[in-house]
């Protein structure tokens, strides 16, 4: 069983803990990710790693409630335990050797971001980021965002907070005014990744993509998140999570995601339903 030593809602569709994991903690890296069960009968989903402390041996898993899992997940409250927590899984992001870089974040894909960017700041790396949300409502890290940045730009869809448009905007007038990024990280929606590749392709700028959104199992035997990198098949959960962007089918990788979009969004109705009874 592992502790939940803090939790906090970023905004209202996302909330924020930290899991008392000592072992996970001790061999986390930037880019990785957990396994989770929140009870003895509970589905595994992985959630990437957010964060962590190896001195308070703790790790920080951002989640957004958009299935039954992270809302039982989301009714559990500090000091009250989960099931199973395992990892560190996956391929860290490779930060080795970088001098200046522009990270792009998209909604939650920021709460993955962001270690990297503190990763990055902490061996003197030059970080650029751009965030970009929906809305004013939807936004979340700013501030740890802001203490890890050189330079930190902030899009709404609306213009309610930050420059209205969309990530791509800012990052390719950065690059037509002549910043030299010795690469861009992208982590968002698969949408948003697939136009941030766009934009730096015809640049020849070196572009990573974290194919996360597409993970279900965590461990590449259930094939869920199969894709075609570079025209040879790889699972983001074993071969990444991290992927030259240049080289991943987007096209095909979005059409995967949408396959279970039904069954979740009923086992999530179902869950809701299960807790509106309790309550009562």
Known sequence: MYRIVDKKALNP??????IEAPLVAHKAQ???????????????????????DRAQ?????????????????????????IADFVGPLGRPT???????????????GCAIALPIAQALHAQGCEVHTII????????ILEDEFAACSDHLTIMTDDGSYGE????????????????SYDEVIAIGPLIMMKFVVATTRPFGVKTTVSMNPIMIDGTGMCGGCRLTVGGQTKFACVDGPDFDGFEVDF????RRGTMYR???????EETCNLFAKEAN
């Open 13 to 18: 569709t996302v909330t924020m803990m930290e």
């Open 30 to 52: 930037a880019g990785q990710f957990i396994i989770l069960r929140v009870d003895a009968d509970g589905e595994r989903i992985p959630l990437t790693i957010a964060g962590y």
């Open 57 to 81: 041996g703790t790790v920080r898993i951002i989640f957004q409630i958009v299935g039954a899992t992270t809302e039982k997940l989301n009714h559990k409250n500090k000091d009250e335990y």
């Open 94 to 108: 490779k930060l080795d050797g970088l001098k200046k870089v522009c990270i792009v974040g998209g909604g939650v």
């Open 132 to 139: 970009g949300f929906r809305n004013r409502d939807l936004l």
């Open 164 to 179: 209205k448009g969309v990530v791509t905007v800012p990052l390719k007038a950065a690059i037509e005014a002549g910043e």
């Open 251 to 254: 096209d095909e990788a979005m």
């Open 262 to 268: 039904d069954f979740e969004r009923h086992a999530y």
